[in-house]
Structure formats: C-alpha cells, structure tokens
C-alpha cells in the first residue's frame, strides 16, 4: 500500500452525498475555484477508509433514504467502524433524522437551502 503524498494530502477535496441534481449544482456553483467535489452514495467507493482523510469534509443528505443509502449508516461507518473525526456536516432531515444523527456524532445541520451558502463558508474555514 502506497502512502499519499504530501501534494495529495494538500488538496482541496470535500465529498457530497446526495442524490439531489439541484443540491449538486449547486454546491458545484459555489465551490471555489481549487476546490475538488466527489459525489457519491458509496463510501466504500473510496479505496479505503484512509482515502476519507484526504477530503476536508463531508456534506450529508439526511433526507435521503433508499434501499442502499442510509445516512444514519454513514455517521456509524465513519465514526464508529472507521473511527474517524472528519468533519461531516448535515442537511436537510426531520427533527427525528437529525436527533439520530446527533448521536450518530454528525457535526452541524442546516436546511436544504443553505448548502451553497455553507460550502462557501466551510471551504473558506477548511481551506489551510
């Protein structure tokens, strides 16, 4: 296994899991230039869970719920199987989804309308 480089662990990347084409689009608007997005519904799209670390965050769609995507399982792949303190940050979800992505350890929750808005606002803070 090849370690990532130091250029590769510099990058701008952050991940978005949403099934959403306006939400994509519009996360695709305002990301900053240098700034790289993955959309996926598959974590395990990823080489490995050390593939995470070189993302800065991850945007997760609490309102998406299918057969194969629950994001309630994505909270406990990272936190609990992965153990890993990327930062992931809410959005969208009832009252109840985002309780249990609370205790799931989900880092912020916001509404649909705000993802552009928190994209700029996190890119800008993760950014170093």
């Given amino acids: 296994m090849t370690s990532p480089t130091i250029a590769a662990r510099l ?3 952050m991940i978005l899991m949403t099934d959403d084409n ?3 689009e519009a996360v695709q608007q305002a990301l900053p230039e240098g700034w ?3 959309v996926t519904l598959d974590l ?3 080489d490995s869970y050390a593939a995470l670390l070189l993302y800065r965050f991850v945007f997760l769609d609490l309102d998406l719920l299918t057969d194969d995507f629950d994001p309630q ?3 406990r792949k990272i936190r609990m ?3 890993l303190n990327v930062p992931v ?12 992505a609370r205790l799931n350890r989900g880092d912020r929750f916001f509404e649909r309308a705000e ?14």
């Avoid at 940050?89 to 249990?100: P, V």
């Avoid at 994209?119 to 170093?128: E, H, K």
């Fill in 73 to 75: 399982d994505v909270l």
């Fill in 81 to 83: 199987e992965w153990m």
């Fill in 11 to 13: 990058q701008h990347k």
């Fill in 89 to 100: 940050f809410c959005f969208g979800g009832s009252e109840n989804e985002r309780e249990e």
């Fill in 22 to 24: 306006q939400i994509v």
């Fill in 44 to 46: 395990d799209s990823l």
């Fill in 36 to 38: 790289q997005l993955l």
């Fill in 115 to 128: 993802v552009a808005d928190r994209v700029l606002q996190y890119c800008g803070q993760f950014g170093w």
